[in-house]
């Protein structure tokens, strides 16, 4: 991991949950959707998630994606939100 990814991720995790808005640190979770067979997904791809929102066996996007479905969001979509709420202000969006 080269250093912009590294300082990038700890800036997602310090952002609370994107799916339930429970309190950061969350986990840095790596979008599905952007991952090539055999490789690990971009670490500028990455959204906050809480332990539940992202490990959870009925909620977690690793599990049954309940959270995914209530909210009816995408990690596409949520990936989106996340580099707004990083970067949207201080390019004035
Ligand atoms: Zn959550
Ligand atoms: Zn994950």
Same mark, same amino acid.
């Given at each position: 991991? !080269?250093?912009? &990814?590294?300082?990038?991720? &700890?800036?997602?995790?310090?952002? @609370?949950?994107?799916? $339930?808005?429970? *309190? %950061? @640190? *969350?986990? %840095?979770?790596?979008?599905? +959707?952007?991952?090539?067979?055999?490789?690990?997904?971009?670490?500028?791809? !990455?959204? @906050?998630?809480?332990?539940? $929102?992202?490990?959870? +066996? /009925?909620?977690?996007?690793?599990? /049954?994606?309940?959270?995914?479905?209530?909210?009816?969001? !995408? +990690?596409?979509?949520?990936?989106? &939100?996340?580099? &707004?709420?990083?970067?949207?202000?201080?390019?004035?969006?």
């Amino acid at each position: 991991m !080269t250093k912009s &990814e590294s300082d990038h991720i &700890e800036r997602v995790k310090s952002l @609370p949950c994107c799916l $339930c808005g429970s *309190s %950061a @640190p *969350s986990d %840095a979770h790596h979008i599905l +959707e952007g991952r090539i067979k055999g490789r690990r997904g971009n670490h500028f791809c !990455t959204i @906050p998630l809480c332990k539940d $929102c992202h490990q959870g +066996e /009925r909620n977690g996007i690793h599990g /049954r994606q309940i959270m995914l479905k209530l909210k009816k969001q !995408t +990690e596409l979509n949520l990936l989106g &939100e996340t580099i &707004e709420r990083l970067y949207g202000r201080r390019y004035g969006c």
